[in-house]
């Protein structure tokens, strides 16, 4: 049974910096590709970012275009947001998503097979 855990939600000030981190298990090999996607309250869940299977492709909401960096360490079996200066309109709960199939990263809710249980991430002004 695949499952993804994700760790490292929390408060942090404008301005500050958090690092989420999500590790799949329950699957062999590391040639899928991986999404994050954020859900604030009333809102509808966002794609924020995306990564190939290899690490060399990644893509980015505009918003967080210079301030998110996705990263993975296939060997770790690990995949990370970066997230710096962050700012209060960055506050929703976080997902991790897990695609087995593809060559390239994915940026719809849809194109995912396998979901996080989410991480709240709450930025204060």
């Known amino acids: 049974q695949v499952r993804l855990a994700e760790y490292g939600g929390g408060l942090v000030q404008t301005g500050g910096s958090l690092t989420l981190v999500c590790e799949p298990s329950g699957l062999t090999g590391s040639m899928y590709a991986m999404g994050w996607f954020r859900q604030a309250p009333g809102k509808e869940r966002e794609y924020v970012a995306a990564i190939s299977w290899n690490g060399r492709n990644t893509g980015y909401t505009d918003s967080v275009k210079g301030r998110f960096t996705v990263s993975r360490d296939n060997a770790a079996n690990t995949v990370s947001l970066q997230m710096n200066s962050l700012r209060p309109e960055d506050t929703a709960v976080y997902y991790c998503?897990?695609?087995?199939?593809?060559?390239?990263?994915?940026?719809?809710?849809?194109?995912?097979?396998?979901w996080g249980q989410g991480t709240q991430v709450t930025v204060s002004s």
């Open positions: 998503a897990l695609r087995t199939t593809g060559y390239y990263y994915y940026t719809a809710p849809s194109d995912y097979e396998y």
